[in-house]
């Protein structure tokens, strides 16, 4: 018998013939409450799991030799016909054609009420997949001809009326590629992306395993219509099987509900959950010394990882493309949320009108109810990390930010995790009083790095009200002098001090804003580096 090692977002409440799939998470509001709709969603449920007791069935991959060549700027070319959209009102549906980088055949299938209610009257409804045709997409040069009528498809994209002054369809979430998924919210742009699971990931001696969504399930809208379009999916990889149900609600943010349910095939040593990946080419600190011939002063989706703990307080994490991988975790086990943000929004430090880097959204993880105090997978040992690898380009995510189950997943087990996504390009709301705004730092010729952050207050008031403030710096939990500047006029701080590199280690630095009146208290979130390991002498 399988051994469950918790339950945290399923249970199966029998009332009569209604089966309801309720989170015993607090406050939580379920993404599936009808009656019928729930039967079919424990018949997919079956179905997954009877998938996760066969061996692995390696992919479906085989693509015609001209989709198999095409480059990214020819597989752009491949465009849906707005024409064939699927009507889902209030959504549209549409579909991304197999090449490139994405070879995975995908089954999507839609889902009606007519369904569900044969399933009430106690009749067995056939999904069936949505045919590929050719004549669904328009092949600009016309030099792509002749593919056969099941070469099915790579993924698929919601549209829906997100933004009202267009008066038309806006592109809201899209599935694409292994377990990636990203969604934009209103007067947003994409950008960071999410991801079903990460297998062995930032183990650098080892490959990581990218599980894939091979089918999908497109629910009918819950009668309240309160609960978001409605997506369930099937993730497979040759060590684990999963079961994924999203609840998807379009707006200012848009957000993405998220339950699943993992059978591990193997045993896993590191299992990633609600991971997030974006791209750091470079960025405010490391601009100057940028060695790529680039008119932009930062390139970037994502400038920072944010930790939002239960006590009221937040770390800030500045991000780095960095010259050697590497992986910082965090052993915090009060955390609330935590996001990849990109919080630098002025137009001119990115002076790139075509990307509009400064509208791309943030990515906050956060539980699934709707409590503020719950803390993120509470029922679960485990930590957060971030890796960073080294790139030399602007088309690789080279960012990632997941939470790590401290133990390895056994064989036969089932896992169940909630959490939700919210997409926004807006500024978040504050905790602390005082935010990192810029971080920079020079290699000085006496070897040290000397490093300055700068600190703006979140009001007038905050500017106002405090006038004597301190700093606490801190390298690998041991006190550093610093010196702090006070911009009276504007509220600015700036804290700069300078450390000597280790050859054998990179250092973990953090330094946050206290009142320097009476007993110390702090009033910034805590800004959190890693000093890079100093070069070996020849």
């Not at 045993?267 to 609600?274: E, F, S, T, V, W």
């Not at 008119?295 to 920072?304: I, K, L, S, T």
Request: aromatic share 10%; net charge neutral.
């Amino acid at each position: 018998m399988a051994r469950k090692l918790a339950t945290c977002c399923f249970s199966l409440i029998l009332i009569g013939v209604s089966i309801a799939i309720l989170p015993t998470v607090a406050h939580a509001t379920p993404p599936l409450n009808d009656s019928a709709a729930s039967l079919i969603i424990r018949d997919i449920m079956q179905e997954i799991k009877e998938v996760a007791q066969r061996p692995y069935s390696p992919l479906d991959t085989d693509l015609p030799e001209a989709l198999q060549k095409l480059d990214y700027d020819e597989y752009r070319k491949i465009v849906f016909n707005r024409d064939k959209a699927i009507d889902l009102s209030p959504y549209r549906l549409e579909m991304f054609h197999r090449g490139y980088l994405f070879p995975n055949r995908v089954q999507i299938h839609r889902t009606r009420w007519h369904d569900f209610y044969q399933k009430l009257e106690g009749r067995q409804p056939q999904f069936k997949p949505i045919p590929y045709s050719p004549e669904l997409f328009t092949y600009h040069g016309g030099q792509l001809t002749g593919f056969s009528e099941d070469l099915g498809f790579a993924g698929f994209r919601l549209l829906y009326p997100l933004n009202p002054h267009t008066k038309g369809y806006d592109e809201v979430i899209s599935f694409l590629g292994s377990s990636y998924f990203r969604a934009v919210d209103r007067g947003g742009a994409y950008g960071s992306s999410a991801r079903g699971l990460a297998v062995n990931i930032g183990i650098f001696d080892r490959n990581e395993e990218f599980p894939v969504f091979t089918k999908f399930w497109l629910l009918p809208d819950a009668r309240n219509g309160n609960l978001g379009k409605r997506v369930a999916a099937l993730l497979e990889s040759p060590s684990i099987t999963g079961f994924y149900l999203f609840a998807i609600k379009p707006g200012s943010p848009t957000t993405v509900s998220v339950c699943l349910k993992l059978y591990p095939r193997k045993k896993i040593d590191k299992l990633g959950i609600a991971p997030l990946t974006s791209m750091f080419l470079y960025g405010e600190a490391g601009a100057k010394a940028n060695v790529h011939v680039d008119h932009r002063p930062e390139v970037h989706d994502a400038d920072g990882l944010l930790i939002n703990l239960d006590d009221k307080q937040a770390i800030w994490h500045p991000l780095e493309n960095p010259k050697e991988h590497r992986t910082t975790i965090f052993h915090h086990k009060n955390i609330r949320s935590f996001g990849l943000i990109q919080r630098d929004k002025h137009v001119k430090h990115y002076n790139d009108f075509e990307t509009n880097q400064h509208v791309r959204p943030s990515i906050l993880v956060s539980p699934y109810g709707n409590g503020h105090n719950e803390r993120l997978f509470a029922n679960f040992n485990g930590h957060l990390e971030l890796l960073e690898i080294a790139s030399d380009g602007e088309g690789m995510d080279n960012i990632g930010a997941y939470w790590v189950l401290n133990q390895p997943v056994e064989p036969g087990s089932e896992i169940e995790f909630a959490y939700k996504l919210s997409f926004t390009h807006l500024p978040l709301s504050p905790i602390n009083k005082f935010n990192v705004q810029d971080t920079q730092y020079v290699h000085q010729d006496d070897g040290k790095i000397r490093y300055t952050i700068t600190f703006t207050p979140n009001s007038q008031h905050i500017k106002n009200r405090y006038q004597d403030i301190t700093a606490h710096v801190s390298v690998l939990n041991q006190p550093v002098e610093s010196q702090v500047l006070h911009d009276k006029n504007t509220g600015v701080v700036t804290v700069a001090f300078a450390i000597m590199p280790s050859e054998q280690n990179a250092k973990k630095l953090q330094a946050q804003l206290f009142t320097s009146r009476g007993t110390p208290v702090a009033i910034s979130e805590i800004w959190s580096f890693t000093c890079p390991k100093a070069k070996s002498k020849p």
